[in-house]
């Protein structure tokens, strides 16, 4: 547990995913809270929108003089006081003032016990006021006996044009010719001596208040308020719908958390593949202290130690190679002295097999410093010159070079396309002509140099008619030193020190070199692979 807690990263991600949790479900409550809220309110300026048009119709239809005493006399009968007011007066905000312009009733809830609704009375400026404390079968009364009254001043087409602009889908108004055949002969009797009957809807959560409306001729008709339904609950697919939101923001907040996560990782994968690709002073871009930020210190400094290890090693090859050039320097110049003084034919045999191996030891010099020289660039971040070139002239080149050389072989240069590429000519020609060298000490009495271009690379063929290298050799023959013959005698002559130069060149080119059998000429095939476009730092060696 101690640990966990030092961890600081991973406890960051765990504390993040809590509190990711914890936002997902205070929003998720105060979404559904909201959409209650909106669905309450809707519910109630549906309900109170039909009984306000009534009273707000009956006071327009007044004289001036007259209003006064009948909102006294409704505010008594309905249990609520109802004034008329100026808009201005009104403490409304943008929205409902343009709510109560469009026609449409106004809920305000100030607490439980302080309920205020409005409605512009039509034709007019002002507005009617209803103050009350809460709904009560009071009200319902009084409203559905002045709806009676209101719909009992007219007959026939005047009754139904008022009827319609009465109901809403909230509050449906039914009038009917016939007795409402839900009624027992109880409530009909009732209805008939002009009571007012409000019946409850089994199981449904409603009521239907009816009255009877006179007519002409001793005519009535049957007034069916309702049915009035309670606030149903949250539809399940209103619900699934918040849920699915939520969830979408949860995920959202998840994958930002592990990203960046992820990020930071990604950095250390990029500084890794960058070492592994030969660039030793990549470095990772350390942020913060936690588990992460640990790691990426802990892999500089290893990068930093190995880069120094190597760049030590190289400079003490370098170094002892230079030295190594100044004793070989007088050996040769002592030689010299002692042929000039001997004519003896055994004594210059002997200085003129001295005399090889001394060219010898200075060419392995030279393979050793340019070994050196390419590992010293690659720890020390070293770039080389880039410039297109053709391969076609390089490989030309290298031919006309070696050809006089081994005078018993027979090189050759396959037809093929022209192809340019963007590479170090120096280097490049160098890797090339290390490969045909290594063919010719191998090869019975054919060369063969081929290219051709791939998908997004340039491919160097080298083959020949020689033994070919075993299989579980094709690694080993590019370390340092390792040759196939693992003697010192070097009956195939080199230094062993070729293959990998030129698995260095390739390497800092950001291509590879392999080698297979050859289906041509039966022996080894040696191939660089080249990228075609090269991309990211250019390289120079020192």
Request: with cysteine; aromatic share 4%; proline share 4%.
């Amino acid at each position: 547990m101690q640990r966990f807690l030092a961890d600081g990263s991973f406890l960051r991600v765990y504390l993040a995913l809590a509190l990711a949790l914890l936002l997902t479900f205070a929003l998720a409550l105060m979404g559904l809270a909201l959409v209650d809220h909106l669905r309450t309110d809707q519910y109630r300026e549906q309900l109170a929108e039909a009984p306000l048009r009534l009273l707000s119709w009956r006071v327009a239809a007044l004289p001036e003089h007259e209003r006064g005493d009948w909102l006294t006399q409704q505010s008594d009968a309905l249990d609520m006081q109802l004034s008329l007011r100026e808009a201005e007066e009104a403490d409304l905000g943008w929205l409902d003032r343009r709510r109560l312009e469009g026609g449409r009733a106004l809920v305000q809830i100030q607490d439980v016990e302080s309920w205020r609704l409005y409605q512009r009375l039509p034709g007019e400026s002002r507005l009617l006021e209803a103050r009350l404390s809460g709904l009560n079968e009071r009200q319902l009364r009084g409203l559905a006996q002045m709806l009676g009254h209101w719909l009992a001043e007219v007959d026939g087409e005047a009754r139904q044009q008022r009827l319609a602009g009465i109901t809403s889908e909230a509050l449906p108004v039914q009038l009917d010719d016939l007795a409402p055949a839900s009624l027992d002969s109880h409530q009909l009797s009732r209805l008939r001596e002009g009571e007012l009957v409000i019946r409850l809807l089994p199981g449904q959560w409603a009521l239907t208040v009816h009255l009877v409306v006179p007519g002409t001729a001793d005519s009535r008709q049957w007034l069916s308020i309702g049915p009035i339904a309670a606030l149903e609950p949250t539809p399940t697919s209103l619900l699934l719908l918040v849920l699915f939101v939520l969830l979408g923001v949860l995920a959202a907040i998840i994958y930002t958390i592990v990203r960046g996560v992820e990020t930071r990782l990604g950095r250390l994968e990029l500084a890794a593949g960058q070492i592994a690709s030969g660039h030793l002073d990549a470095r990772v871009k350390v942020d913060g202290g936690g588990f992460i930020g640990r790691v990426g210190m802990a892999f500089n400094a290893m990068a930093a130690q190995v880069q120094g290890l190597l760049r030590s090693q190289q400079e003490m090859i370098r170094a002892v190679s230079h030295e190594l050039r100044t004793p070989v320097a007088r050996i040769r110049f002592g030689m010299q002295m002692v042929e000039d003084m001997s004519d003896d034919p055994a004594v210059h045999r002997q200085l003129n097999g001295i005399d090889g191996d001394i060219e010898e030891l200075d060419q392995l010099i030279d393979e050793i410093l340019t070994y050196a020289r390419l590992d010293s660039g690659l720890v020390n971040g070293g770039e080389l010159e880039h410039a297109k070139i053709e391969c076609r002239v390089v490989a030309e080149r290298v031919i006309e070079t070696l050809s006089p050389l081994h005078g018993h072989l027979r090189l050759e240069l396959m037809q093929g396309p022209e192809i340019e590429v963007e590479a170090d000519p120096r280097h490049l020609q160098r890797a090339l002509q290390n490969l045909v060298a290594n063919a010719c000490r191998h090869a019975h009495s054919r060369v063969l140099v081929r290219l051709s271009l791939e998908s997004r690379l340039v491919r160097l063929d080298i083959e020949d008619d020689g033994p070919g290298v075993p299989a579980s050799e094709r690694l080993t023959i590019f370390k340092p030193f390792a040759r196939l013959d693992n003697s010192h005698t070097r009956r195939s002559g080199g230094y062993g020190l070729g293959l990998s130069i030129v698995q260095k060149i390739m390497a800092w080119h950001g291509g590879s070199v392999v080698v297979d059998d050859s289906q041509a000429l039966g022996g080894a095939r040696f191939s660089l692979l080249l990228p075609l476009h090269q991309s990211g730092s250019h390289f120079r060696l020192a």
